[in-house]
């Protein structure tokens, strides 16, 4: 699911996100983004991806259920859409002070918050 900003943050990613409750996470090919646990254990997990395009900032997340079954497997058991994604991205908006228009599926059409 995928989130954009009504409003710009004042700080960069790297802060906006440690400031909702995230760390910084780099992939084996070195990808930037940010993770949250659900719960105490390392998996299921928040996963989210900031992308930063002129004054807009659209956030991607997905739920990891589960890590790499293989050392050279990309696919992973996750969850792309539903309330638990919604609730979240509900909650960093609420963090950060700042509105989002949450983008669901595949048309890019924005549900107002």
Same mark, same amino acid.
Do not use: C, W
């Given at each position: 699911?995928?989130?954009?900003?009504?409003?710009?943050? =004042? +700080?960069?990613?790297?802060?906006?996100?440690?400031?909702?409750? *995230?760390?910084?996470?780099?992939?084996?090919?070195? +990808?930037?983004? *940010?993770?949250?646990?659900? =719960?105490?254990?390392?998996?299921?997990r928040f996963h989210t991806y900031v992308q930063e395009s002129g004054d807009?900032? &659209?956030?991607? &997340?997905?739920? +990891?259920?589960?890590?790499?079954? *293989?050392?050279?497997?990309?696919?992973?058991?996750?969850? *792309?859409?539903? =309330?638990?994604?919604?609730?979240? $991205?509900?909650?960093?908006?609420?963090?950060?002070? $700042?509105?989002?228009?949450?983008?669901?599926?595949? +048309?890019?059409?924005?549900?107002?918050r």
């Amino acid at each position: 699911m995928k989130a954009v900003f009504k409003e710009s943050p =004042t +700080d960069p990613s790297h802060i906006f996100m440690r400031a909702a409750g *995230y760390a910084k996470y780099a992939n084996r090919e070195g +990808d930037e983004s *940010y993770v949250r646990r659900v =719960t105490g254990q390392e998996f299921p997990r928040f996963h989210t991806y900031v992308q930063e395009s002129g004054d807009r900032i &659209m956030i991607s &997340m997905h739920i +990891d259920q589960k890590g790499h079954s *293989y050392d050279s497997a990309h696919a992973h058991s996750g969850e *792309y859409f539903g =309330t638990l994604i919604e609730q979240e $991205l509900a909650r960093i908006s609420g963090a950060l002070g $700042l509105r989002m228009a949450i983008v669901v599926g595949k +048309d890019g059409k924005p549900v107002a918050r």
